[in-house]
Antibody, heavy 119, light 108 residues
Framework: QVQLVESGGGVVQAGGSLRLSCAAS????????MYWVRQVSGKGLEWVAF????????YYADSVKGRFTTSRDNSRKTLYLQLNSLRLEDTAVYYC????????????WGQGSLVTVSS | EIVMTQSPATLSVSPGERATLSCRAS??????LAWYQQKPGQAPRLLIY???TRATGVPARFSGSGSGTEFTLSISRLQSEDFAVYYC??????????FGGGTNVEIK
């Protein structure tokens, strides 16, 4: 069964940085584009970032552009999200996911990692 | 950016009854629409893709319809495990990937 496991969340002060990881198992990670989506507690889903299979193409939501960077290490089957210049409004559960826009039949999400930005 | 609007925000339904959820796109997304179910403390789970195709393992009581800008998710004979929040998501024109605001299906 396809599995995505996020880690790296925690509490960080406003203006600080954090790096999230998403470890993939049981599928050919290097063959899939990957996504980050976040969710503020009690609110809806907000797409954050996209990275293609070899990491040569990235897209970001306007709300995080210039502050967040996604990358991947296909040899380690791991996806990363570097969060810099964090703001209070970045507090959310961050999910990694596959197949959100192509081959959507295979869409799978990780369990999420909570990032709390404090003042 | 394509804006996805879901209605109603909350739907109160009795177990065994039918639920009908709506999703509207600000411009045509053809049939490039997915529905997700999310329960408290869990990640979203894919139910429907390509507007009307059930994902693997999804019970037949879930059905999707529509194309262009108007979409519907129907749940016939609601069971206790179906009470959750449902989101639609378009993947026709991105970035950005956009989601609706969700419909909370609660027990009446």
């Amino acid at each position: 069964q396809v599995q995505l496991v996020e880690s790296g969340g925690g509490v960080v002060q406003a203006g600080g940085s954090l790096r999230l990881s998403c470890a993939a198992s049981t599928f050919a990670f290097s063959s899939y584009a990957m996504y980050w989506v976040r969710q503020v507690s009690g609110k809806g889903l907000e797409w954050v970032a996209f990275i293609d299979q070899d990491g040569s193409s990235e897209y970001y939501a306007d709300s995080v552009k210039g502050r967040f960077t996604t990358s991947r290490d296909n040899s380690r089957k791991t996806l990363y999200l570097q969060l810099n210049s964090l703001r209070l409004e970045d507090t959310a559960v961050y999910y990694c996911a596959k197949d959100l826009t192509v081959a959507v039949a295979g869409a799978v999400w990780g369990q999420g990692s909570l990032v709390t930005v404090s003042s | 950016e394509i804006v996805m609007t879901q209605s109603p925000a909350t739907l109160s339904v009795s177990p065994g009854e039918r639920a009908t959820l709506s999703c509207r796109a600000s411009e045509s997304v053809r049939s490039d629409l997915a529905w997700y179910q999310q329960k408290p403390g869990q990640a979203p789970r894919l139910l429907i893709y390509d507007a009307s195709t059930r994902a693997t393992g999804v019970p037949a009581r879930f059905s999707g319809s529509g194309s262009g800008t108007e979409f519907t998710l129907s749940i016939s004979r609601l069971q206790s495990e179906d009470f959750a929040v449902y989101y639609c998501q378009q993947y026709n024109n991105w970035p950005p990937v956009t989601f609706g605001g969700g419909t909370n299906v609660e027990i009446k």
